[in-house]
């Protein structure tokens, strides 16, 4: 079955500290890989994406995510976080011509002042 | 608009009641979709449009819920006969493409349903 595994729910840092949000996914066939996060209050946005070519992707504000074929990984990663990235993070996957995109139960960051 | 917009953002029902809520999309985006999102997880798709042609209902957990965009802008998502298990938020996304390019999705605020 198609489904998509975020292996922390709640992840607590200081600030400066390096941040990885691991996700694996289950899905046959070529896959387009997101990240999206929902800050407080706010609407679910998208904080990158890979569709094809260079498996590391870099998004806004300074994170990145690499995608690796053949552990069906996308993690996300920044190397030193702020305060204001206090949110939940949502991995999701779609396949390349398929209609919805399946979403991981998400992963809680609260970063310590 | 600037955005996707939802309407209501909160709404308590009744349990047996029936309710509409609504999405406006970004201004001439092809596609829109409809998640389930309960709390503590991850939205859940339920259905797309593509235009106002509904494409793809495979996710609408029960005959009860019933989706339109008639005119290929506006989106309605009617519940039935409203029960205590689809208590959720329901969150709307709009993109440019179709799904057969490669896009992104721009979601909407959401509506949070509460059935009591």
């Known amino acids: 079955a198609q489904s998509v595994s975020q292996h922390n729910h709640h992840v607590i840092l200081s600030e400066a500290a390096s941040l990885e949000l691991g996700c694996n996914y289950s899905?046959?066939?070529?896959?387009?890989l997101f990240w999206y996060v929902q800050y407080p209050g706010q609407h679910l946005q998208l904080l990158l994406k890979?569709?094809?070519?260079?498996?590391l992707v870099k998004g806004i504000k300074g994170f990145e995510a690499e995608f690796i074929k053949s552990k069906f990984s996308f993690n996300l990663r920044k190397p030193s976080v702020q305060w204001s990235d206090t949110a939940e993070y949502f991995c999701?996957?779609?396949?390349?011509?398929?209609?919805?995109?399946?979403f991981g139960s998400g992963t809680r960051l609260s970063i310590r002042p | 608009g600037a955005g996707v917009s939802q309407s209501p953002r909160y709404k308590v029902a009744k349990r047996g009641q029936d309710v509409a809520l609504r999405c406006d999309p970004i201004?001439?985006?092809?596609?829109l979709f409809w998640y389930q999102q309960a709390l503590g997880q991850g939205p859940e798709f339920l259905t797309y449009?593509?235009?106002?042609?509904?494409?793809?209902k495979s996710g609408l957990p029960s005959d009860r819920f019933f989706a339109e965009r008639p005119e290929g802008s506006v989106s309605t998502l009617k519940i039935q006969r409203t029960q205590q298990e689809d208590s959720a938020v329901y969150l709307c996304?709009?993109?440019?493409?179709?799904?057969?390019?490669?896009?992104?999705?721009?979601f909407g605020p959401g509506t949070r349903l509460t059935v009591t």
């Open positions: 899905y046959g066939g070529t896959v387009n």
């Open positions: 449009f593509q235009n106002e042609a509904q494409l793809d």
């Open positions: 890979y569709f094809s070519g260079d498996p």
């Open positions: 996304a709009s993109s440019p493409h179709t799904v057969a390019d490669t896009y992104e999705q721009y």
């Open positions: 999701a996957v779609k396949g390349s011509s398929a209609s919805k995109i399946i």
């Open positions: 201004s001439g985006h092809v596609s």
